[in-house]
């Protein structure tokens, strides 16, 4: 008797599966997004003043800067000082984070009623810590 051979031909290629490697990249990906901190800005340029007792802190969650032409930047838009308040009401929603601070970035060359009166909008919006931020006397 005679015994045939079958050839079986393989309707598939054999290949490398990329799935698992996708997902290990994208897992990385979120956790890279998830972990970063992103520089916040108030919008505008300022000289802060020199101070030889100052101590770095943490960023505030809402940087406010007021200018030496009297402007006053958050978010990076201009507003006026009486909306404030609002403004930063709206940013403590939008943050989720209720306990969150404000750093006022004033203008070495800024009034001080202006700066004064930013800084009482932003307690009258339910913000207890509210800081003014100043540079190091140390280059």
Do not use: C
Request: no cysteine; hydrophobic share 45%; net charge negative.
């Amino acid at each position: 008797m005679k015994m045939r051979r079958h050839h079986y031909q393989q309707d598939e290629e054999v290949g490398i599966d990329l799935t698992p490697m996708l997902d290990v990249v994208f897992i990385m990906l979120i956790f890279f997004i998830v972990t970063s901190s992103f520089v916040k800005e108030s919008g505008v340029e300022i000289q802060r003043p020199q101070a030889d007792t100052a101590s770095a802190r943490d960023k505030g969650n809402i940087l406010i800067a007021v200018t030496a032409e009297g402007e006053v930047w958050i978010d990076k838009q201009v507003v006026d000082v009486r909306s404030v308040r609002a403004h930063v009401e709206r940013l403590r929603l939008r943050l989720d984070r209720p306990d969150g601070a404000v750093l006022v970035q004033a203008d070495r060359d800024a009034r001080t009623g202006l700066v004064v009166q930013v800084m009482d909008q932003a307690r009258q919006a339910g913000v207890a810590d509210v800081a003014l931020a100043a540079g190091t006397g140390v280059p």
